[in-house]
C-alpha cells in the first residue's frame, strides 16, 4: 500500500495533512485452531495485508471518518454513542469500549483505506479494530499497551459488534512482530514472538468460498467445549493433557471429538514452537497436516473447497504441509512451501484446485509484517 495515496485522498477532502498514520494488519493462524477460546495456545503471524488510518485531532467529540475504499462518509460522537449497521459499528464499539475502561479521548477526522481480504478468515474485523485503537492512542495520547489493546477490541467484537470471537485475531493485530510468528498463551497473555524457518514461504490459499451461518456454528462449537470442560471438571480443555484424555470416556462421542481436537492441537502448538526453534520445518509442515485432519474429522469445521484445497498443496513436492485456517467452513487454508518453488507451487495448486472444484484460487505469498502501529506522526 502506498500510504501517499491516503495521505493525498486526506489533504484533497479535508483540506489538510493528517498529522499521523496508523497501521493495523491482518493474521494468519499458523496453528491453534479453536483453542483461543479453550485458553490454549495459538501460533499466528502478522501479514502485509492491513487497515491503514490517516488522521488529526479535532477540538470536539466528533469522529468522522471516510472510507476510501467505500467512498463514503460517516461520524458519530463520542458523547452519545448509539448503535446502528454497517463499518462504523468497529469504531464505535472500540471507542465505546476504551470509554468505558476509563480513557479520556479527543475526536479526530480521518480517511481510511484497506487490502485485507474480507470474510476469507483474515481478521479484516481486527485490523480495523487494532488500527481505531491506534488511533484514538495517537491523538488522546495514551501510551499503547498491545494486551490491553487486544482485551478491548474483543470486547468491541464480542459486546457492540456481537460477534463471539476469542482473543487470538485482536492479539496478532496488537503484537505480532516483523518476521515473527506470535506464540500467545490465552489464558494469561503472555506471548513469545517466534522465529519463522528459513527459506520456507507461507502461502494463503483463499478456496472463494464463504459460508454464511459461520456464527451459529462457532457458538456451538465453543459450548460443545464449555459441555467437555465442564465433564472434565475443569476451567476450560486447556487443562486436560493428551494422556488424560486418552483415558477417558465422555458424555457423548460428538463433545469427546470436539474435545480431542482441542487437546491434540494445544499440544501440537507447542510441539511446533518446539521444532521451529530448532528449525525443523519438515516437522512442522506434518503438524500442519495434523492439524487438518483433525480439524476436518473431529472438529468438523472444513468445507469440501478447504479440503480440496489442501489436499491440492499437499500433492505438491515444494510443499512441507497444508491446513484450513481461522475459524473454517470456508475461506482460507495455509500452506508451508520452499522458498524457492513458491512460484511453481502456487501455479501448479492454482490449476489443481480449478479443476477439482471448479473454483478460482486467490494465492497471497504472505510477509509476516508488525503489529498496530504508528508508521507518521
Ligand atoms: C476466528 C475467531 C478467533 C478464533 C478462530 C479459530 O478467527 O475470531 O478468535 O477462535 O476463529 O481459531
Not at 487497515?51 to 477540538?59: C, F, G, Q, T
Not at 490449476?351 to 505469498?365: F, I, N, R, T
Amino acid at each position: 500500500m502506498e500510504t501517499q495515496t491516503l495521505e493525498h485522498s486526506f489533504s484533497t477532502y479535508f483540506n489538510a495533512k493528517p498529522e499521523f498514520i496508523v497501521r493495523a494488519p491482518g493474521r494468519v493462524n499458523l496453528i491453534g485452531e479453536h483453542t483461543d477460546y479453550n485458553d490454549g495456545f495459538v501460533l499466528p503471524m502478522a501479514i502485509d495485508h492491513a487497515v491503514w488510518i490517516a488522521l488529526s485531532p479535532r477540538d470536539d467529540a466528533k469522529v468522522r471518518v471516510r472510507s476510501l475504499d467505500l467512498g463514503v462518509d460517516s461520524a458519530f460522537d463520542l458523547l452519545s454513542l448509539t448503535k446502528g449497521e454497517g463499518w462504523l459499528e468497529y469504531i464505535k464499539g472500540i471507542a465505546f469500549q476504551l470509554q468505558k475502561a476509563g480513557y479520556g479521548l479527543k475526536g479526530f477526522d480521518a480517511m481510511m483505506t484497506g487490502d485485507v481480504p474480507r470474510g476469507a478468515g483474515l481478521s479484516s474485523s481486527a485490523a480495523v479494530e487494532l488500527a481505531t485503537a491506534r488511533a484514538f492512542a495517537a491523538v488522546s495520547g495514551f501510551t499503547w499497551d498491545a494486551a490491553q489493546m487486544a482485551r478491548i477490541s474483543q470486547k468491541a467484537e464480542n459486546e457492540w459488534v456481537g460477534v463471539n470471537c476469542g482473543i487470538m485475531d485482536q492479539m496478532a493485530s496488537a503484537a505480532c512482530e516483523a518476521g515473527y510468528a506470535l506464540f500467545l498463551d490465552c489464558r494469561t497473555l503472555e506471548y513469545q514472538h517466534a522465529p519463522l524457518p528459513e527459506n520456507t514461504s507461507v502461502v494463503i490459499l483463499d478456496t472463494s468460498t464463504r459460508r454464511g451461518l459461520v456464527d451459529s456454528a462457532y457458538n456451538e462449537r465453543r459450548s460443545q467445549c464449555e459441555e467437555a470442560a465442564r465433564w472434565f471438571g475443569v476451567k476450560a480443555l486447556r487443562d486436560v493433557s493428551v494422556e488424560e484424555f486418552e483415558k477417558s470416556s465422555g458424555p457423548s462421542e460428538v463433545v469427546m471429538k470436539r474435545a480431542r481436537h482441542i487437546i491434540t492441537e494445544n499440544a501440537r502448538v507447542l510441539e511446533a514452537v518446539k521444532v521451529m526453534k530448532a528449525g525443523d520445518v519438515k516437522r512442522l509442515g506434518e503438524l500442519f497436516n495434523a492439524s487438518h485432519n483433525s480439524l476436518r474429522d473431529d472438529f468438523e469445521v472444513t468445507n469440501k473447497a478447504l479440503n480440496q484445497i489442501v489436499e491440492c498443496a499437499q500433492e505438491q513436492p515444494a510443499c512441507y504441509g497444508a491446513r484450513m485456517t481461522g475459524a473454517g467452513f470456508g475461506g482460507c487454508a495455509v500452506a508451508l512451501v520452499q522458498e524457492e518453488d513458491t512460484k511453481e507451487f502456487t501455479n501448479a495448486v492454482s490449476v489443481a484446485y480449478k479443476k477439482k472444484s471448479g473454483l478460482d484460487a486467490s494465492v497471497y505469498v504472505c510477509k509476516a509484517s508488525e503489529g498496530a502501529s504508528v508508521i507518521k506522526g
